[in-house]
């Protein structure tokens, strides 16, 4: 497997561990890492700190994005296709769209290429999480899974957890 969208699956793997949501990505510019993030939200209690995003914040200012590549493990969503398209990205490459169709449709319209691998790893990972966690899956893709969550914490993810096993 190509070695940065390895990196993206440890940025995912690393969300998970701190109690989030396995969501990662990397940024990558002449054959370099110059950014990588996982999904936030949960740990910041931020609704914009989404894998992508949070790579993005972490690269910093480089200036041109000219032959920069966006690595995720799942198919961006609006906010950061349009992330994507701001910055002028032109390559984005994901582990899979199974779980979470995502906005590839708008960068395919603003020409930017989009490769889905389809990684049974990727897929497995989110399918694993959103199983375990419906509620608070479903609050981050935006759709209504009947539950609440209220504020998104630690806690929480660990509350759908107990609810699902007495269901």
């Known amino acids: 497997m190509d070695k940065f969208m390895l990196a993206a699956i440890e940025e995912a793997r690393q969300g998970l561990a701190e109690g989030g949501i396995p969501i990662g990505s990397v940024l990558v510019k002449d054959g370099k890492i110059?950014?990588?993030?996982h999904n936030r939200r949960v740990q910041q209690g931020d609704p914009m700190?989404?894998?992508?995003?949070?790579?993005?914040?972490?690269?910093g200012r480089i200036g041109s994005y000219q032959g920069a590549v966006l690595y995720s493990t799942l198919m961006p969503c609006y906010l950061c296709a349009g992330a994507v398209v701001q910055f002028g990205i032109k390559e984005v490459i994901v582990g899979e769209s199974r779980t979470f169709t995502g906005a590839?449709?708008?960068?395919l319209d603003h020409d930017v290429q989009v490769t889905d691998l389809d990684l049974d790893e990727c897929a497995s990972m989110m399918e694993h999480f959103a199983?375990?966690?419906?509620?608070?899956?479903?609050e981050d893709i935006g759709e209504d899974t009947g539950k609440e969550t209220g504020k998104a914490t630690g806690q929480d993810l660990?509350?759908?957890?107990?609810?699902d096993k007495g269901e």
């Open 158 to 163: 660990h509350a759908d957890q107990e609810e």
């Open 49 to 59: 700190a989404h894998a992508e995003i949070d790579c993005l914040r972490n690269a």
């Open 131 to 138: 199983a375990a966690n419906p509620a608070l899956w479903g």
């Open 34 to 37: 110059v950014g990588r993030g």
């Open 104 to 107: 590839a449709e708008l960068m």
